[in-house]
């Protein structure tokens, strides 16, 4: 449920506000080298595809107007504007809806890893023509993704958060209606909402000082930003509203954190995975770990098979 709000908001990839466009850097150089697999008017099935961040990528890689690119995914997605993209939403990777042998190249970016692999890896195999290339960009459980999400987790998780929610409640009704520069100054002179506010600031303060970088992640900062700023004329119970939407939307994003942590993989997890593929007919083309130059964080597995005629 989460994922389907997720990417009804629009999102193009996972990493939310922070990757608005679709993947850059290695991520993008990776899939410009698996692109090497494929020939022109390939079919392509995107695992997992969520609004089609991948999909959209190999569109721009290739700029192969005779693709036909299918994504599928278990949430609802929006279906992108670009030429030979078209998603499905409802699809399970375990029970796909498609022919045996009707794909050239199968592809997964975060995406694969999310499903239950021991009965996915052979559906998605299934669909894949003989000879044809499993292509999978997965979490791995050292990257910087996940270290990244682990914090958000906990900033998300921390009872000052519902403090915060508690202390904007208690200052919008004590505000009241507010139309008038009238109005503000009344606000600005009660000792009371002084009082909250400083509440509230502080308490963002503690959480940005905790975890800087997971505090500019989080939507925590901006909600409340928000109100005090674009929303301060709506009237209170449509505040109050705004309010309860934004602790939904945390619990969500909260969400999709613990889904992502519990996806990634270690070493011996991909292994599995590889043996399972093996057991099934597919052929390990390589496996390594794609890593940030500058720095030499992971950032991934990169995982790729070749289906054998059996
Ligand atoms: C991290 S998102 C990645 C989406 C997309 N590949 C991208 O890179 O933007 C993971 C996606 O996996 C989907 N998913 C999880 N389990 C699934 C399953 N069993 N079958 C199909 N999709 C699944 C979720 O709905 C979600 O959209």
Known sequence: ??????????????????LQ?????????????????????????????GNGAL???????????????????KAQVITPDVEGVRLQSGIELCSLPFESESFDFVCSQFGFEYSEWNKSGPDCLRVLKVGGVMNLFMHSTDSFVVKRNHDIEALLSD?????????CRNLVELMGDVSSPADIATIKASSECERL????????????????????????????QYLFTTALCWNVS???????????????????????????????????????????GAVLVSKHKVRVHSTGEAIGWGVCFRKKRR
């Open 238 to 280: 449509r505040k109050c509203q705004y309010i309860e939407d934004s602790k939904r939307i945390l619990k969500q994003q909260l969400s999709r954190l613990e889904d992502l942590s519990s996806a990634a993989l270690t070493e011996s997890q991909v292994d599995e995975i590889i043996s399972l593929m093996d057991s099934q």
């Open 197 to 224: 506010r400083l509440s509230i600031l502080e308490n963002l303060d503690k959480l940005n000082r905790k975890l800087p970088a997971a505090f500019i992640d989080s939507e925590i900062g901006r909600c409340v």
């Open 55 to 73: 999909a959209i990528l190999i569109q721009e890689l290739t700029n192969d107007k005779s693709l036909s690119i299918i994504g599928v995914d």
């Open 159 to 167: 009872a000052i958060v519902t403090e915060i929610f508690v202390l």
């Open 21 to 49: 466009k679709t993947y850059t850097g290695e991520i993008r150089e990776y899939w410009m080298k698996a692109l090497a697999d494929i020939s022109v008017g390939s079919h392509i099935l995107d695992l997992a595809s």
């Open 1 to 18: 449920m989460s994922w389907s709000s997720y990417w009804q908001q629009g999102h193009i990839t996972s990493f939310g506000e922070s």
